[in-house]
């Protein structure tokens, strides 16, 4: 049976700023890049063997904006204590701190990290609740 693919997509204003969080701190690889698709241009970040990837975009003459909230969030779970220490340690180094939690619940056991857009991406030490 195939697993189901999973890509988030979304709009960005300047794609350039994006690329040092989510590849140098989340440590999330480069899998593809398009130009020319109209007025569409972007780049999908991801890992070869992960279900997922990310998709950001930018359109020529069109502000996409800011997050619209502080509570738009991606939460990447990570059970291994060792292993989000890494996660945590590598958002660090590549020079993005954390910030509160707009919803305190995420301060507990994680980290929270805002990317240049304005959305949010939580580093939860633990294990998926479902």
């Known amino acids: 049976m195939t697993m189901p693919r999973l890509r988030v ?8 700023a994006l690329l040092p ?10 899998i593809g890049q398009f130009a020319g ?6 780049v999908m970040l991801g890992r070869k063997d992960a279900p997922y990837h990310f998709e950001f975009t930018q359109a020529a003459g069109h502000a996409a904006g800011r997050a619209p909230t502080q509570d738009n969030l991606l939460i990447f779970y990570l059970p291994e204590p060792a292993r989000w220490q890494a996660a945590v340690d590598r958002m660090e180094q590549a020079g993005f701190m954390p910030v509160p939690s707009f919803n305190p619940y995420w301060d507990k056991a994680g980290r929270t990290y805002e990317d240049p857009d304005g959305y949010r991406v939580v580093l939860q030490q633990g294990d998926w609740p479902g």
């Open 9 to 16: 997509a979304r709009p960005s204003d300047d794609i350039a």
């Open 37 to 42: 698709h109209g007025d569409f241009s972007g």
């Open 21 to 30: 969080f989510y590849r140098d701190g989340l440590g999330l690889e480069v």
